[in-house]
């Protein structure tokens, strides 16, 4: 099937008027654990939405897509945290901490990061959604680089799921169909699957929303709904779960609002938000997937008059030059349409004249979406093997050959006792090499078996084109608080010498 230029415009608006919408709504009641009565907005707007950072960091994740294209990772977006973003809250002030200690994604993700659970990672995965219409297995990919940052696990879960379903919803409008197409992208024995199961088993057995609402928050217990209110205030009718494990239910409670309110955009969203939790980010998440379903005509101008077109940032550094932010949804959606032709490639995306702009390829509907085994067929095994990758592994591409540091667990040292380190490196030629691995340690350290080895690659075109070597380091005479190795890896006979940092911090890790 072809999705038109004009179609996908209107999608896109309605992706992130339903962004600022749900955001606004849910905003005052964020942080706060209970069961609400609300049916619209409870503040005075004067024609413009609050300030949210669930569309603020995308808003700089649409300027690194513009500098860097297909090219977009997660070492570069680590940079643009650095950068641009402001908060040093949860799991945003681990991922930008760790990275400045020189703990790179995705260990950033995960190391001393009490909240890598968390939800600060599904809020932001419309942007690669709408770079990658109709095309989930194109958005899930950047959706893992982003999230990856500042989240580990469930974290990382929720923003793959909601990145498939987003971009699968440009082309179909089935509920239960898009959710299938979101679960075979994620583990399924994931909490945030566990989450969707809760709710769905609550709408069919014919439990109440607000039924729908304990069940899932008895099911996968989170905390976010405490860390606004007085220990004292908080309800008894839901356990207090892990701080900072808090993905999962509020996954569910996004699809409790999509579930019970019955196509109907304004009481989904309310709905969402009347569960209480994270409810800025849960009611946002869903407005924009209605508003992708819907177009931006969908939306009552009920809930669009009293916001407008604009954009307000909260968490944004704008003193810097170098970050451009749309100051409306308008100039938004152009910007991201005269993105997706190279996202997509020539392949998906058929542009046909000036004036008329162009036209998405997308596989036919019903072979994809009809039956769950031919959704689980989306699911390429390249992007598998990334998901369940452990979150102590950093990988490298060095043209001729990729490689990846396997850390085996967080990067704490002690002195005198020995760290197991695994090299693995892939060839990327269709020939064999011969490398040198050479360390460059601190002094005193010692590593084995040596710290020059040579080694042959073989090519995956005649055999296995992966080496692993495992080094066992030990750390002597430590007197500093963190220590930069590197390991250099050459091909005999190519001027490419690959350099991979490694950090270690002498200590132990918190958890």
């Known amino acids: 099937m072809k999705l038109s230029l004009s179609e996908y415009r209107s999608k896109l608006m309605g992706c992130w008027i339903g962004k600022n919408i749900g955001g606004t709504l849910g905003a005052p009641f964020e942080c706060k654990r209970g069961v609400f ?11 413009e939405p609050l300030p949210n950072d669930d569309l603020d960091l995308q808003l700089v994740w649409l300027n690194v897509a513009e500098k860097y294209g297909r090219g977009v990772n997660a070492r570069i977006l680590g940079e643009y945290w650095l950068s641009y973003i402001v908060p040093n809250w949860g799991e945003y002030g681990a991922g930008k901490n760790n990275m400045r200690q020189g703990i790179v994604p995705p260990l950033s993700g995960y190391v001393d990061n009490v909240f890598r659970d968390s939800n600060g990672a599904f809020i932001r995965s419309e942007i690669w959604a709408c770079l990658a219409p109709g095309n989930p297995d194109i958005a899930v990919n950047y959706a893992w680089e ?72 008895t099911d996968v217990p989170g905390s976010f709904g405490i860390l606004g209110m007085d220990p004292r205030d908080l309800p008894n009718d839901i356990p207090v779960g892990k701080m900072g494990y808090d993905a999962p239910s509020n996954v569910g ?24 939790e994270d409810t800025d980010c849960t009611a946002a998440t869903l407005g924009s997937i209605l508003g992708i379903i819907g177009g931006a005509q969908s939306i009552p101008s009920k809930w669009t008059d009293p916001i407008g077109d604009s954009i307000k940032t909260v968490c944004l550094n704008l003193g810097d030059q170098g970050l451009r932010i749309p100051k409306t949804v308008t100039e938004l959606t152009e910007r991201i349409i005269r993105l997706t032709p190279s996202f997509l490639g020539s392949t998906l995306c058929d542009v046909v004249t000036a004036a008329e702009g162009y036209t998405i390829e997308v596989k036919d509907g019903e072979q994809l979406f009809s039956q769950p085994q031919q959704v689980n067929a989306w699911l390429s095994r390249s992007f598998a093997d990334k998901l369940q990758m452990s979150p102590f592994r950093v990988a490298y591409d060095f043209v ?37 691995v050479k360390w460059h340690l601190p002094a005193n350290w010692s590593i084995t078996p040596g710290l020059q080895v040579g080694t042959s690659l073989e090519n995956y075109h005649c055999n296995i084109g992966r080496t692993e070597l495992v080094f066992t380091i030990t750390p002597n005479d430590m007197q500093e608080s963190r220590y930069d190795l590197i390991v250099e890896i050459t091909a005999q006979g190519r001027p490419t010498k690959g350099l991979i940092p490694l950090v270690f911090i002498n200590g132990v890790p918190k958890r």
């Open 253 to 276: 409670i996004t699809i409790i609002g999509w579930l019970y309110g019955e196509g109907d955009f304004g009481n989904s969203i309310c709905i969402a938000n009347n569960c209480g």
């Open 146 to 217: 982003d999230a990856i940052v500042d989240h580990s696990h469930e974290g990382v879960y929720a923003e793959v799921f909601f990145a498939a379903i987003e971009s699968a919803a440009f082309v179909e409008s089935d509920r239960n169909k898009l959710i299938e197409i979101g679960l075979s992208y994620i583990p399924t024995d994931s909490g945030v699957a566990k989450g969707v199961a809760s709710a769905m088993d609550a709408y069919t057995s014919g439990l109440t929303w607000q039924e729908a609402r304990i069940k899932v928050l």
């Open 37 to 47: 009565d609300f049916d619209f907005y409870t503040q005075d707007l004067n024609g």
């Open 400 to 436: 001729i050959f990729a490689a990846a540091v396997d850390y085996g667990e967080e990067p704490f040292v002690q002195e005198g006792v020995s760290k197991t380190i695994k090299l693995i490196v892939d060839n990327q030629l269709f020939m064999q090499q011969w490398l040198q």
